[in-house]
């Protein structure tokens, strides 16, 4: 297992966080709050969001070695798109 560097989403206003966090709920994901950590399909996830500045951080904490870094933030980041 190894883990990816953090991933940082800027633009995101507390509306937008809160229909990614009914999002990901709907997918399977238990997000709630500000910040905390969850897994999901065998792999572990951190994150945090900060709404005065509009960011959140999203970092793979573990995961298995043939899953490369690259397509688990394409995956992230097309979700938020």
């Keep these: 297992m190894s883990h990816c560097p953090p991933i940082a989403l800027c633009e995101i206003t507390p509306d937008k966080y809160a229909a990614l966090l009914t999002q990901a709920q709907?997918?399977?994901?238990?997000?709630i709050g500000e910040s905390g950590s969850t897994s999901y399909q065998g792999m572990d996830f951190?994150?945090?969001?900060?709404?005065?500045?509009?960011?959140?951080?999203?970092q793979c904490t573990e995961k298995p070695i043939f899953v490369p870094c690259s397509m688990i933030e394409s995956r992230i980041r097309s979700l938020i798109a």
């Design 46 to 58: 951190s994150w945090s969001y900060d709404a005065a500045a509009q960011t959140l951080t999203i």
């Design 26 to 31: 709907s997918q399977g994901l238990n997000l």
